[in-house]
């Protein structure tokens, strides 16, 4: 039998502890690397030609067209959102689903919690009967059907034009439209009411 040397225990217990250390300082994160590992991430997902049809109670209400979308989803679900780059186009149609109105922008951007569309870059909203309202900058309220902004925007129809730096409400299909500080020209009957 071939007996151990007291010394060559001690060798080998200083060993381990060195190896061991080695092991518990190679594991330690830097305060940096953990908070990129943990920190809230965003997935974002990519669709190309999208069309989508919107209804509400069982009626078709909207058609959406866009060449691209992102569908952004946070860890926190108020953060999500669908982002249209691109360009938009929607098609709204009345309770006959017969098309009332158009929009179209350059780029929208759908907050799911909020059920309201941010849309900007050339907004125009053109009725069939083609009462037409521009805004550089404009919000779709899907729950209200209606469109607003604080931002400067123009209203034309047959005998009416109106222009507002300060902003407006309008219904979705334009049969109401109310401006903050409104100017303008505005044919008026006998009455004294727009024709």
């Known amino acids: 039998m071939t007996s151990i040397s007291p010394t060559y225990h001690r060798y080998l217990f200083l060993a381990a502890i060195v190896i061991g250390c080695f092991f518990i300082s190679a594991c330690e994160n830097s305060q940096k690397d953990i908070d990129a590992w943990t920190k809230n991430k965003e997935l974002k997902e990519e669709a190309i030609g999208v069309e989508a049809l919107m209804s509400q109670s069982g009626k078709m209400k909207a058609k959406l067209k866009a060449p691209l979308m992102y569908r952004v989803t946070a860890l926190s679900p108020d953060t999500s959102y669908l982002e249209f780059p691109k360009s938009l186009h929607v098609d709204f149609y009345d309770d006959s689903t017969r098309i009332e109105t158009r929009l179209d922008c350059l780029y929208g951007k759908y907050f799911e919690s909020l059920d309201k569309v941010y849309l900007r870059d050339s907004v125009v909203v053109i009725t069939t009967k083609g009462d037409t309202l ?12 209606i469109f607003y902004t604080d931002k400067f925007a123009q209203y034309h129809a047959k005998d009416q034009q109106l222009v507002g730096n300060k902003g407006l409400i309008a219904t979705q299909d334009l049969k109401t439209v109310t401006f903050q500080s409104p100017e303008g020209v505005m044919n008026l009957s006998s009455t004294g009411f727009s024709k």
């Not at 550089?136 to 059907?145: A, H, I, V």
């Open 134 to 145: 521009r805004s550089p900058d404009l919000w779709w309220d899907q729950t209200k059907g």
